[in-house]
């Protein structure tokens, strides 16, 4: 799933038991601010930490490479072999 669709299905409000989304943010390490704003639009670039932790706390349903995808990561780079140390 790609992470804008998992942050606006998520973004509950009114839920009696509290907004879910506030709950990944918290989970995340950021506001929900930072998470309607700088996540969602991806208007900054998060540390590694936090593409980790996005992936991480949306339980399965986000990858990382769905995460590193939301945030400009072409699929091509992506795809390359990793390098080995000699």
């Known amino acids: ?5 998992y942050i606006r299905n998520i973004d509950k409000p009114r839920e009696p038991t509290g907004n879910p989304l506030e709950a990944y943010a918290q989970r995340c390490g950021v506001t ?5 704003v700088h996540v969602l639009y991806a208007r900054k670039e998060p540390r590694f ?3 980790r932790a996005l992936a991480r706390e949306s339980e399965g349903r986000v990858s990382l490479m769905e995460v590193l995808q939301h945030f400009g990561v072409p699929e091509t780079e992506l795809s390359r072999p990793v390098a080995t140390a000699a």
């Open 1 to 5: 799933m790609k992470l804008a669709d």
């Open 49 to 51: 930490r936090l593409l």
């Open 32 to 36: 929900i601010g930072y998470m309607k």
